[in-house]
């Protein structure tokens, strides 16, 4: 059982540039969410899935677009990367709406 | 937009003490109290978590204490070890759609001393 994983766990931009985080989790979990988190900012949602092809917006949404085609899998999307996403991007899943459980993390330098 | 507030942004224990992190919230809604540890390099993981029907929770060294009418939470970490040395949020969650999200405390980073 593996959880939350993400892919990448780094990754370096140059502005402009586009790139998908994938979050994957086995825990049949129906609802899943992407952080991310600045020092000093704690952690900001940025888009959450309640279910299988279902995304809304969470609290910072711009510049983000995702995708939830299958149950296990939440898809980051950044179509032209900023030096202000450089951050550290968390991606969590929860049964209903308790526990969350948070992947490693993906640190994403935007140059 | 929905608040919740943590306080300190910083803390430093000596091994064996008392570490207390205060959060605050405003709206009555929320129904989950959740603490989060987050080491260096890692995801943060539940620690410890509450609903406002009773006052104190403990697991472990690890205690939530509940304060509904002063809309007050905090966490107490009794005899404090270094290796309790990480990042910690309180959260918060309503009932329901969106309301059903957390809303995250800006963290305390709490370094204890051997």
């Known amino acids: 059982n593996a959880g939350v994983t993400q892919t990448p766990k780094f990754r370096v931009l140059k502005t402009g540039q586009s790139m998908t985080l994938l979050c994957a989790q086995d825990m049949n979990h129906e609802y899943m969410y992407w952080y991310r988190q600045d020092p000093g900012m704690g952690l900001r949602l940025i888009h959450y899935?309640?279910?299988?092809?279902?995304?809304a917006k969470g609290e910072v949404p711009d510049g983000y677009n995702v995708s939830r085609l299958k149950k296990q899998n939440f898809l980051l999307g950044l179509e032209s990367a900023a030096p202000s996403q450089t951050s550290v991007y968390f991606c969590?899943?929860?049964?209903?709406?308790?526990?969350?459980?948070f992947g490693p993390g993906t640190r994403l330098t935007v140059l | 937009q929905q608040q919740v507030k943590q306080s300190p942004q910083s803390l430093i224990v000596q091994k064996g003490g008392i570490s207390i992190i205060n959060c605050a919230y405003e709206n009555t809604a929320f129904d989950y109290f959740p603490w989060y540890q987050q080491f260096p390099g890692k995801g943060p993981a539940l620690l410890i978590a509450i609903r406002p029907d009773v006052s104190e929770k403990k697991e472990g060294r690890f205690t939530i204490s509940f304060n509904k009418s002063a809309k007050q939470f905090s966490l107490h970490i009794m005899d404090s070890q270094p290796g309790d040395s990480a990042t910690y949020f309180c959260?918060?969650?309503?009932?329901?759609?969106?309301?059903?999200?957390?809303?995250f405390g800006k963290g305390t980073k709490l370094s204890v001393k051997p």
């Open positions: 969590a899943s929860t049964l209903a709406g308790h526990t969350q459980y």
């Open positions: 959260a918060a969650r309503g009932y329901g759609g969106s309301q059903g999200n957390l809303i």
């Open positions: 899935s309640v279910g299988e092809g279902t995304t």
